[in-house]
């Protein structure tokens, strides 16, 4: 198994070889360069040529088997979440880490699950940013590792344009979509969905259950979400005071503020706060 540090992205060419069944705790983008290989993910079997690429979910069982006897060439790039942003650490599914508020890519509008899809590359625009990322890894020279990460992010969002259903309504004008904008625009202030509620004229149970339906999570939960992930914000890059960054993402309880980030992050603001500073 390979080892990296989580806030580093680690990208070689590889001559692949058939390998038994595994699964890990980090993403993994595979690109064939050169020959054939038949993908086994989740007992499902996926045929994948030169010019192809697929990415692996967190803990998705795979393996893989070269076709025919010409060796196989790919480039294999893995990456957790805080390899893209240290404050990422909460993703545990690649859905989520596209929907977080570094990226914020609405991941309703795809047709395919991205992490059981294989990929084209026609225009080679994939490969020229893996490239480009193998070759700043290489040299090392200052920023490289930033270049990285814009570049992987260029690969992840051009690689849901290709699955998105553009002519989905994105949810427009939904109460799921006015919830969303309404929690993007107020979450430092007092919102609550039964005030939300009477301005859709909709029943709290109705929209209560089609936001959860559209989104997989409660009213609660998502603002929840979004003030923690504006936090982490302010706790890396100011001096603020912790209470005052409470404050400044909606919560008047600094406890009650520690005690949500906690469940999120798995360590206090102050802990969070310190273990950035030691990164930078």
Known sequence: MVEFKKDEIYIEQINQQTIQYHSHNF???AYIKEGEIDHYLDGKKYRIKAGDYFIIDVNSRHTYSVVGDKPCRLYNCLFYPEAIDKCMKHCVSFNSMMESYLIKFDVSILKYDPTAYVFCDDDKHILSLLDRMYSEKTNANYGFKEIMRCSLIDILISTMRKIADYDKTIRKNSPTDFIITTISENFNKNITLSEISKELNYSIPYISLRFKKDTGYSFTEYLQKHRIENSLRLLSNSNMKIIDVA????????????HIFKKYMDITPSQFRKLSQQNE
Request: no cysteine.
């Open 27 to 29: 993403f993994e983008l």
């Open 247 to 258: 404050y400044s993402v909606g919560y008047n309880d600094v406890n009650f503020f520690g």
